[in-house]
């Protein structure tokens, strides 16, 4: 049978990393034929990132978080072309090599199944469009016309009390307001204060959030007076909620200035800020840290900012997060605005604590390795928290020259990744085969820029069946059976236990069976067992499990069959893969069952 197993790479930051490859080929079996070895590496994750704005230009509905979102897509674009001379260079790579290939569809070689027998070809479709607009995203000759074109459009949502409804003809709304005006203050900061649109534009985009400002100001100051009232009545006020900390972040960072009254709001939601830390969310923690550090209310700041960080984890594999409890279906984007939030408080308040910093930043990037960012304020905030500041600046800006060296004890081959102007790598992605045979022990890469790398190593070899052994690189998959010695006729129950080491989106199990084994169960179709959604795919020898959502946990699924004739069989393999980072993957051995009446 043919098997491919993996190694992940990980680099973090400059220096030597090395990842053992003694597993592969069936840990050098003899057995293990027709190998081939294939060597893939990103020097920059960060363009992954750039890669995901053409799916904020697609308004999944016609409401204001759309619409908003189309023209920040459209506006950091506009100051990424301006501001990243090496653009050009590598948009002409772009056209030549392609990047339109969505991961779900790419590398099938690598995942022993393709796609059409998936339920994902729609997704795969939809992904590789956006991809291809990448390259019509920054056409600097519509970049400036694609602006002004949303931004009036966006004029037109906005009412005369300076509010937005979520969807035309509803009343104005505090919370799209300020979800905009967040937005809108986050896209100044990316920007430099929008500093290269044309001034015209700039004036506009002010005046717009000058007035959003106004709206969600007054909607808070109608909170202030009935807090002030029930404080007047011996009431203990405490604030805390988003749409005060928000409403103070928008007043800190819009650049509009504050009356003297919305000024007394501020400063009294500031004050009663004192006290709530406890009943807090990590994410109010960071937004309390964020503003309080603005107000210049350091103390206070460092109370909400060690409260939040007592919540994180840290981890070689997968950096700097709030960790959930195992199997928890918290929304991805639930998780993402609160980490994009945690990212904000650390540059704030620990610019200098780089471990920290990078930490954070891995976590996210390493989200955007294994998952498909859909449109929506949630891929917005992490563009935004991985594209801003100086060091994402000049990660855009860099041309790294790593070296990855296979070690074969005293022989080694070197593959240089170089991102220079003139390499093939210039995207950012290095893939080589090698067909020769041979098994290395070991790969080194020899990092020399700043930020995350990364990679993998996958073996492809023929086995005969019962020579294979188990195999796992972050996805574990374990078979277990009722009983090993079943008669003619016998109902045969098959466990399946999965363990993720984190989120993954898109992944398949296949599940081999004994030539035997009848399933009891014949149609395919959506299922719901072991705290898991998926669709169920019965085919002649396998079955296929296909789970658009795998949280990070372990699960147990169950699949009964019926004993049907004698003989002596082989189970065959269970194989568990991620389709859309296919180096995330296990197998189980296979096994012999004798089947006597």
Not at 189 to 218: I, W
Not at 503 to 517: H, N
């Amino acid at each position: 049978e043919w098997i491919t197993e993996s190694v992940e790479l990980q680099a973090d930051g400059p220096g030597t990393f090395t990842a053992d490859l003694s597993t592969l080929f069936n840990k050098d079996n003899a057995t293990a034929t027709q190998r081939r070895l294939t060597v893939e590496y990103t020097t920059h994750p960060i363009w992954n990132v750039v890669q995901a704005l053409p799916a904020l230009r697609e308004p999944q509905h016609d409401d204001v978080l759309s619409l908003t979102s189309v023209l920040y897509s459209n506006i950091l674009a506009a100051h990424i072309a301006g501001t990243t001379p090496r653009l050009k260079t590598i948009i002409e790579l772009w056209k030549q090599q392609g990047v339109a290939q969505s991961p779900l569809a790419d590398k099938e070689e690598l995942k022993q199944l393709i796609l059409d027998e998936t339920p994902w070809l729609r997704e795969a479709d939809k992904d590789s469009q956006r991809r291809a607009q990448l390259i019509d995203l920054f056409n600097e000759n519509l970049l400036n016309s694609r602006v002004d074109a949303t931004l009036e459009k966006l004029r037109q949502r906005q009412e005369a009390d300076g509010g937005f409804a979520w969807f035309p003809g509803m009343h104005s709304s505090e919370l799209m307001t300020r979800l905009v005006c967040i937005e809108l203050t986050h896209l100044r900061a990316l920007t430099d204060d929008f500093s290269l649109l044309p001034s015209e534009t700039v004036t506009q985009l002010n005046s717009l959030l000058a007035s959003g400002v106004r709206f969600v100001a007054q909607a808070n100051a109608e909170h202030v007076q009935e807090m002030k009232k029930a404080e007047a009545k011996g009431t203990t006020i405490q604030t805390g909620s988003l749409m005060h900390l928000d409403y103070i972040y928008i007043s800190q960072r819009a650049g509009v200035e504050l009356t003297k009254s919305q000024q007394s709001d501020v400063r009294y939601l500031l004050d009663h800020l004192k006290g709530s830390v406890a009943g807090m969310s990590n994410n109010e923690r960071a937004m309390a840290a964020i503003v309080l550090k603005g107000a210049g209310r350091n103390k206070d700041a460092r109370l909400y900012f060690d409260s939040m960080k007592e919540h994180l984890t840290t981890t070689a594999a997968h950096g700097t997060f709030f960790d959930y409890a195992g199997g928890s279906f918290t929304p991805t984007d639930h998780k993402v605005i609160i980490h994009t939030a945690a990212m904000e408080a650390v540059r704030e308040l620990a610019s200098d604590d780089s471990a920290l910093n990078s930490g954070l930043r891995r976590w996210l990037l390493q989200q955007k390795r294994t998952q498909m960012w859909e449109p929506g304020i949630c891929t917005a905030n992490a563009v935004y928290a991985l594209l801003h500041g100086e060091a994402a600046a000049a990660d855009l800006q860099s041309t790294a020259k790593d070296r990855l060296t296979l070690n074969y004890g005293k022989k080694k081959a070197v593959v240089t990744a170089s991102s220079g102007a003139d390499s093939p790598a210039a995207l950012g992605y290095l893939r080589e085969t090698y067909t020769d045979g041979a098994a290395p022990k070991s790969i080194t890469v020899e990092r020399r820029n700043a930020g995350e790398a990364w990679g993998a190593v996958y073996a492809q070899y023929l086995t005969p069946i019962a020579d294979a052994t188990a195999h796992a690189a972050g996805l574990t998959i374990r078979r277990e059976v009722s009983t090993a010695a079943p008669r003619l006729g016998d109902k045969f129950t098959t466990r399946y236990i999965i363990t993720a080491d984190r989120d993954y989106e898109y992944v398949c199990l296949r599940a081999d069976r004994a030539a035997c084994a009848e399933p009891a169960e014949q149609l395919s179709g959506y299922r719901w067992q072991g705290g898991l959604g998926y669709y169920r795919a019965v085919r002649d020898a396998h079955t296929d499990y296909f789970f658009d959502r795998l949280p990070k946990g372990t699960y147990v699924l169950e699949e009964t069959a019926f004993i049907d004739r004698e003989g002596r069989y082989t189970t065959g393999l269970t194989t568990i893969r991620c389709l859309y980072a296919p180096e995330y993957a296990g197998h189980t051995p296979a096994f012999e069952i004798n089947i006597n009446q």
